[in-house]
């Protein structure tokens, strides 16, 4: 789509097109630039330091300056920062790690170590029986066990019961078609 948008673009601006051939130009031109920047450079920097030589304060401070905003990336090249309270992150090699001294936890991480301690500590002993929990527990499934028992025990006793009379009453029937 043409720049400008759909009707021509705001107060009356044409619409402008970009051919091929200029787009093909143009990259031609950046890949020459970029190809050119490292040797550039090499005689820029060596221009710079025979600049220092000859005269120390003739503006080579701003060059300097120029090339460490080109080594910096992305927008710490653009944006200068000055804020007292950034602390820049340093990395330590393993032989400064001290892995002898033992680790300071804060308040929340020994809170969290105690709690998950004195979970284990009650599980044990719930296990073991001997909680207020544990106890509850268990006698509340002997009463069901026992209950289980009865009801067990009292449809036995009907099966039988009906098994008799069942057996009684085919006793009859047997008396009474002879």
């Known amino acids: ?3 400008g948008g ?3 673009g705001h107060k009356g601006r044409m619409r402008t097109y970009t051919s091929p051939e200029e787009i093909d130009a143009q990259m031609k031109e950046e890949k020459e630039r970029k190809q050119n920047e490292p040797e550039d450079n090499g ?24 090339g460490s905003q080109k ?6 090249g653009i944006i200068e920062i000055e804020n007292p309270n950034r602390v820049a992150q340093k990395s330590k090699k393993v032989t400064q790690i001290e892995l002898d001294e033992p680790k300071q936890l804060s308040r929340r991480e ?3 170590l105690e709690k998950q301690k004195a979970k284990e500590r009650y599980m044990k002993m719930h296990l073991a029986g001997k909680t207020d929990q544990a106890k509850a ?8 066990k026992k209950q289980r028992e009865d009801a ?10 009906r098994d008799a009379a069942a057996a009684t009453a085919k006793g009859v029937n047997s008396l009474s078609l002879k």
């Open 137 to 144: 527990d268990l006698a509340r499934l002997a009463i069901i």
């Open 71 to 76: 080594k910096r990336g992305g927008v710490e």
């Open 152 to 161: 067990a025990r009292k449809k036995e006793e009907g099966k039988k019961t």
């Open 110 to 112: 020994r809170e969290e």
């Open 1 to 3: 789509m043409p720049k």
């Open 43 to 66: 005689a820029a920097a060596a221009q710079i330091d025979g600049a220092e030589e000859k005269a120390p304060g003739s503006g080579s401070e701003d060059s300097d300056d120029e």
């Open 6 to 8: 759909k009707k021509g």
